[in-house]
């Protein structure tokens, strides 16, 4: 699935750039530090999350983005101390406002992104196994900082917003399900390459 996002961010990346329009693809890696004690306290706080992102000239300093990130990270369930895995695939899809300095670009972005979740636990007191689709926000500032040979660097810090409820799909089970506020702060930086 990750590698079908990425030809696509490229493909579009490539009709876009057809169009004359100005257009930035970069990778960027960044620390997610979620912004929810009880996932802090199992997973250790954050980790890195990483992807590509596009961003392309809609109209004058309006530009839309398109971005696939990747998070995973082990962790100790609370109570019994389990082995658990938490893996966060967001898609994030919105707008840039983009103004020009000396320097570069600031600008200021939001937009929504739908996100896979999949928990992983070695507990026989829970489901080994959960994986939902989540519906959140992203917020966003930063800087492209113009280098030579139209490459640059973006220095960006970002709020994700995201709840996703757990749904077993079986009701008869003595199972309760459990609501994961998957929210965060994102400090990171990209390399890219302006078309």
């Known amino acids: 699935m990750r590698y079908g996002l990425l030809a696509?961010?490229?493909?579009?990346?490539?009709?876009?750039?057809?169009?004359?329009?100005?257009?930035?693809?970069?990778?960027?890696?960044?620390y997610f530090l979620p912004t929810n004690c009880e996932f802090r306290n199992i997973y250790d706080n954050g980790g890195a999350l990483y992807g590509p992102e596009v961003t392309f000239e809609l109209c004058n300093q309006i530009y839309?983005?398109?971005?696939?990130?990747?998070?995973?990270?082990?962790?100790?369930?609370?109570?019994?101390?389990?082995?658990?895995?938490?893996?966060l695939v967001p898609i994030g899809m919105g707008l840039k406002y983009l103004v020009p300095f000396c320097l570069g670009?600031?600008?200021?972005?939001?937009?929504?992104?739908?996100?896979?979740?999949?928990?992983t636990n070695c507990s026989p007191f829970v489901?080994?196994?959960?994986?939902?689709?989540?519906?959140?926000?992203?917020?966003?500032v930063g800087t492209f900082f113009d280098l030579p040979c139209n490459l640059f660097i973006d220095i960006f810090i970002d709020y994700s917003f995201l709840n996703v409820c757990f749904n077993n799909g079986c009701q008869t089970l003595p199972v309760v399900l459990n609501k994961a506020h998957l929210s965060g702060a994102i400090f990171g930086a990209g390399f890219g390459y302006r078309f």
Do not use: H, M
């Open 64 to 87: 839309g983005f398109i971005s696939i990130d990747f998070f995973q990270k082990n962790g100790r369930s609370l109570g019994d101390c389990s082995p658990t895995q938490i893996t």
């Open 127 to 140: 489901i080994p196994e959960q994986s939902q689709w989540g519906f959140g926000g992203i917020a966003k």
């Open 105 to 119: 670009d600031f600008y200021v972005g939001l937009g929504f992104q739908p996100t896979v979740v999949q928990i």
């Open 8 to 30: 696509a961010l490229v493909v579009i990346c490539g009709f876009i750039y057809g169009d004359e329009r100005d257009v930035l693809l970069e990778f960027k890696g960044a």
